[in-house]
């Protein structure tokens, strides 16, 4: 890492950036902990000329051979062609990729976003500016931890190309003012000089010149260690050549956590192995078939002395089990009536029931019933105290709400590793391929263009649980339709992310590798 220079500046943001692209101080990467916020910053910014005519062209040629097909492109496209990137969880992941790629080619002089830019991009990024030192985490707002300000200020600078890195810290905006405002009732003699103060924002967390130099010269918090286990790495670590099982017994051994934890860990092993064995996914070898490939091909002489065991996979070439309650969608699928008009949809259901929840657009979704509702009670003249109860009891669309928590109930009960998980019904997928809608559809219908990104990641999710961990054999041609459906929806949207998992799934060959 290059030297990094730290400043705390409490000039207002657009006077500072000026300053900072007059310096030749760019590319500056502005510092937001919301989406929101960094899409308002990237508008506001319009406003301030960054690039001069000879880079605009340049950014016009590239943004030329670039798609911008969903509802949130135009806007992004409008940035980008200012010479001015938004980077953040929510967008597709073409438009962070082509974001990356401009900024490596010195085409944007500013990029707006959040934290998420700290960890495994490869941006040249010469000044990291903080528009505030703390954030939500999902639980609560607190000041930034040292490790988390060093990381993000850290991504100032790039050995081989610059021989120091800026990193700028904003004073809170109202601080600002109020100091401009004393400066300018200082300025004019004669003046009242009382001064009415701005109060921070409601809700924001405090933070001075003091939380600044902590940050800068305090040792990072310690790393804590959040080693687990699940299914879908023991059957990556039992697959590989050789012997799967020590492999797995070295890593645990090898982890960074505490004996107790290690034990813990050892057991819960233990109890997703058997898990796996009953169910035929792994396979304990007899001693005499030790040195016997699944294919039935003798195999190598020192690893046929090591071979215990094979990992079965007549269910499908690319089976995973990737998702924490991948096997309870195994069992619960024999619970489906597969002659049923929607069978195909109750597996949808399933596989979209064992992924994580989006809470962007489950709160779109409950936003949009509760307006619904309203509207409804309003016309049958409920009052107001009435609504109000009816609508705090609106949820997010569930279907085979009961039967998922009933199936579930039953299956945690025999299978204690199961501890915390629990079944998430939802529909999101569902709803899409029900009223067949498109991408850009079901995104302007819930306002979600500040997170297509995380819509697509969704309908990613659930099309590779449809694809790799819903056997072969419970495929109706129904089903095997809706998952072409799927890939083809996705393909169309973003193809990275199918790009990238067939990459995955099949990597490239060197050419000393190629069969004679």
């Known amino acids: 890492p290059v030297p990094l220079e730290f400043e705390y500046s409490e000039t207002p943001l657009t006077e500072r950036l000026a300053g900072l692209l007059a310096h030749r101080q760019a590319p500056i990467y502005l510092v937001y902990f919301t989406q929101r916020a960094a899409a308002e910053a990237a508008q506001d910014l319009m406003s301030l000329n960054v690039c001069t005519r000879e880079e605009k062209a340049a950014l016009q040629t590239e943004l030329e051979r670039a798609r911008f097909n969903s509802p949130y492109g135009r806007d992004v496209r409008r940035w980008l062609r200012h010479g001015i990137g938004i980077h953040h969880a929510g967008l597709l992941p073409k438009y962070r990729v082509l974001?990356?790629?401009?900024?490596?080619?010195?085409?944007?002089?500013?990029?707006?976003?959040?934290?998420?830019?700290?960890?495994?991009?490869?941006?040249?990024?010469?000044?990291v500016v903080f528009t505030q030192l703390w954030k939500y985490d999902g639980r609560k707002a607190a000041v930034l931890s040292v490790r988390d300000f060093r990381q993000i200020a850290g991504r100032a600078g790039r050995k081989g190309y610059d021989d120091v890195g800026y990193v700028v810290v904003q004073a809170p905006s109202h601080v600002i003012e109020n100091r401009r405002a004393e400066e300018k009732a200082a300025a004019s003699p004669g003046r009242k000089k009382t001064v009415a103060k701005q109060r921070a924002p409601e809700g924001a967390i405090a933070w001075d010149r003091r939380t600044f130099e902590r940050l800068c010269t305090a040792a990072p918090e310690q790393l804590i260690s959040r080693f687990e286990v699940s299914h879908g790495m023991l059957l990556l670590v039992l697959s590989r050549a050789g012997d799967g099982c020590r492999a797995l017994q070295r890593l645990l051994r090898d982890c960074h956590e505490t004996e107790h934890r290690k034990a813990a860990l050892r057991r819960r092993a233990w109890q997703l192995f058997r898990a796996l064995v009953e169910r035929r996914i792994v396979e304990i070898l007899p001693p005499g078939r030790a040195g016997v490939s699944p294919a039935g091909e003798a195999a190598d002489a020192k690893d046929a002395l090591r071979r215990k065991l094979r990992v079965n996979v007549e269910l499908?070439?690319?089976f995973s089990l990737h998702q924490a309650l991948s096997l309870y969608l195994i069992d619960t699928l024999a619970r489906l009536d597969r002659e049923a008009p929607e069978y195909h949809l109750d597996v949808l259901t399933l596989c979209e029931a064992i992924v994580e929840d989006p809470e962007a657009i489950l709160r779109r979704q409950v936003d949009k019933l509760k307006s619904e509702q309203l509207e409804e009670m309003r016309a049958a003249g409920l009052e107001y105290a009435e609504r109000m109860e009816k609508l705090e009891q609106i949820e997010h669309p569930k279907p085979l709400r009961d039967f998922l928590y009933t199936t579930f109930n039953a299956f945690a009960a025999a299978h204690p590793w199961v501890e915390q998980e629990n079944v998430r019904p939802k529909?999101?997928?569902?709803?899409m391929f029900e009223r067949y809608q498109s991408?850009?559809?079901?995104?302007?219908?819930?306002?979600?263009?500040?997170?297509?990104?995380?819509?697509?990641?969704?309908?990613?999710?659930?099309?590779?649980?449809?694809?790799?961990t819903v056997p072969t054999a419970a495929k109706t041609e129904p089903v095997v339709e809706m998952e072409d459906y799927f890939r083809e929806l996705i393909r169309g949207i973003d193809s990275s992310l199918l790009e990238e998992w067939e990459r995955l799934l099949a990597p490239p060959v060197a050419p000393g590798q190629l069969a004679g």
């Open 99 to 127: 974001v990356e790629q401009l900024a490596q080619k010195g085409l944007l002089k500013v990029i707006c976003g959040t934290d998420t830019l700290g960890v495994g991009i490869n941006v040249p990024i010469r000044t």
């Open 316 to 318: 499908q070439e690319d």
């Open 427 to 431: 529909s999101i997928a569902r709803e």
């Open 439 to 468: 991408f850009a559809d079901y995104i302007r219908e819930y306002g979600l263009q500040r997170s297509e990104g995380v819509l697509l990641r969704h309908l990613s999710q659930v099309w590779k649980v449809l694809a790799q």
